[in-house]
């Protein structure tokens, strides 16, 4: 199939922002302004958090709050969508900085949002749907762990072992920590969080952490404590644009992290628009569109030394609650994120690494849903296996080869299920018109078969072996009227009990095929096999004559009275 320009212009335009979006800024913007400063307040030492975490430094988590949050809020497809850099994304991006450094980070994220926008323009948003929720909750279980874990270092105010393992580094600075223990950088890292989630079950609405981290930076200046190591100096305002990172040479050994970078923010950012319209009432996310909003954003992102950045689910659940209603609420949080980055960066370098520590420890911590978890758990042994399944794969490996791997499982189970629906049950003869002893005589050498649900390649076998040890009689019926579906495994099975059981001298007979099965059962040669045979019939009753039929032609069964009679006369009118 080719694509015109006209089609893929046609299909970008559809993809722009417009008059309707443009109208709803207008909505209620004194709530949204408001809501946008409190996502702002809780944006800020998330950014600051996550920037130091992906190995970037803080200054790179800013940079991506403002530019992506602007422009996701912009092109994207959600109304309350709070884009910037995620802990999820973090996870990701540890191992790729170990083993690429800055500028590989960078490049990442610009193939990441090309092949973003690909998607959008693919129309790739809607499978999104398929995606069964004990996977979502066992990655972001997984998630909340690796987030936890990676703050370790910081909370214990050691420096950072190496490794991108974080099981590893974790352990490595345990015994860091035992050797040179830092109590001041734990007591921060531990009362900040304490205070997040304290104050979130006594105050939703107060946002804590903005208030724990202002506490900690002047506790830490005013105590002149040097075991609380701050976060260094930033620049004051963005960089200049620059695509001076980018290494044509590199893009092939780069295309499997971008990859995967693009997967985990295709992912992320559906998930939390998803998650926003539940809160709702009547707001409803366009997937192609957020996914082209999220493109764009991550190729603008590294001009301006930024990390790659998704959906925020935590922010924008905060900016449903703070009451807002359009696009404006996210483009204050992006505006008010870029003042303090132009107006306040020497304050801002002066916050405890600990105190950000703390709010990220807080964060993966609230980002257990205890409920969600005792829920899938109790479900199905399925569900249960494969959330855990997936939060293991995402702790030992990575997020997207855990997502696979839960996928992959949950896809087995599946079909499992499904097989299991199928069956095979062997069912009285019909008596129709025949007398008793005539019904007596058929049920003695014809066996009726009826097949339910599926025949397809995970329970098709298992009718064979069940057929295979069918003996001591010579008609086997198969009524597939309520075959629901069949594909090329169950046709090939089909027609393997036809044969061999016609090796036997067991002749087969189906009835009830439908029309959309025909073409399989054609295409493996298995239907002109009956059809050769004779033994094809549309009702079952139609059948239990042919197969009467082929008694009789085998001399086990005499003909019928009235033909027994006609052939009487037809000998008298001989003989007289």
């Not at 994220?109 to 090309?114: D, E, F, N, Q, R």
């Not at 997040?196 to 105050?203: D, F, H, K």
Request: hydrophobic content about 55%; glycine content about 10%.
């Amino acid at each position: 199939m080719t694509i015109s320009v006209g089609q893929v212009m046609a299909r970008l335009t559809a993809l722009l922002p417009g008059r309707t979006d443009l109208a709803e800024l207008r909505r209620d913007p004194r709530r949204d302004l408001l809501a946008g400063l409190t996502v702002a307040i809780v944006a800020l030492p998330l950014a600051l958090g996550f920037g130091v975490s992906s190995g970037l430094g803080a200054e790179a988590g800013l940079a991506t709050a403002v530019i992506a949050g602007a422009l996701a809020a912009v092109f994207g497809g959600s109304n309350l969508q709070v884009s910037g850099p995620t802990g999820a994304m973090t996870v990701v991006l540890v191992p790729i900085v170990a083993q690429y450094g800055a500028s590989g980070v960078l490049t990442v994220g610009l193939m990441a949002g090309v092949m973003l926008v690909a998607l959008a323009l693919l129309r790739a948003g809607k499978y999104m749907q398929y995606v069964p929720a004990p996977v979502v909750e066992g990655f972001t279980l997984g998630i909340a762990c690796v987030i936890g874990l990676q703050q370790i270092p910081n909370a214990l105010g050691v420096p950072k072992p190496e490794g991108d393992r974080v099981l590893v580094v974790t352990w490595r600075a345990l015994e860091e920590f035992a050797r040179n223990p830092n109590r001041t950088a734990l007591a921060f890292a531990l009362a900040v969080a304490a205070v997040m989630l304290i104050g979130a079950r006594l105050r939703p609405t107060i946002p804590f952490s903005i208030l724990a981290v202002i506490a900690a930076t002047l506790v830490a200046q005013v105590a002149g404590l040097d075991a609380a190591k701050p976060i260094g100096d930033l620049p004051s305002g963005l960089p200049a644009p620059s695509l001076s990172f980018l290494d044509l040479g590199a893009l092939g050994t780069l295309l499997a992290p971008a990859l995967a970078v693009a997967a985990l923010a295709a992912l992320e950012s559906l998930l939390s628009a998803s998650v926003a319209d539940g809160m709702t009432v009547g707001q409803k996310h366009d997937p192609d569109r957020e996914l082209f909003g999220q493109g764009l954003a991550n190729i603008a992102v590294p001009l301006f030394g930024g990390v790659p950045a998704t959906g925020a689910i935590a922010r924008t659940a905060v900016n449903v609650r703070s009451g807002a209603s359009s696009r404006l609420a996210a483009l204050t949080h992006a505006a008010i994120l870029a003042v303090i980055v132009f107006a306040a960066a020497p304050l801002v370098s002066k916050i405890p690494l600990a105190a950000l520590a703390g709010v990220l420890l807080a964060t993966a911590i609230r980002m257990v849903e205890v409920g969600s978890l005792r829920a899938m758990a109790r479900a199905t042994r399925s569900d249960a296996l494969i959330l855990v399944l997936t939060a293991v794969a995402t702790l030992a490996l990575d997020l997207v080869y855990a997502v696979i791997i839960g996928l992959v499982a949950a896809g087995a189970l599946a079909l499992r299920a499904v097989a299991r629906q199928a069956r095979l049950d062997q069912v009285p003869l019909d008596r129709g018109d025949h007398s008793a002893e005539e019904h007596a005589l058929l049920a003695e050498h014809i066996m009726a078969y009826r097949i339910d649900g599926p025949l397809f390649f995970a329970a098709a076998h298992r009718f064979l072996l069940e057929l295979a040890e069918v003996a001591d009689v010579r008609v086997v019926i198969l009524r597939m009227s309520r075959v629901t579906t069949i594909d090329a495994t169950g046709a090939l099975v089909l027609k393997d009990v036809v044969e061999k059981l016609d090796r036997r001298g067991i002749a087969v007979m189906t009835s009830g095929i439908r029309p959309g099965q025909r073409q399989v059962l054609d295409s493996v040669g298995a239907l002109e096999l009956l059809r050769l045979e004779g033994r094809e019939y549309a009702t079952t009753p139609e059948a239990i004559q042919g197969a009467r039929g082929h008694l009789e032609r085998a001399g086990v069964m005499p003909p019928p009275a009235r033909t027994r009679r006609c052939i009487s006369e037809e000998t008298e009118e001989t003989v007289g």
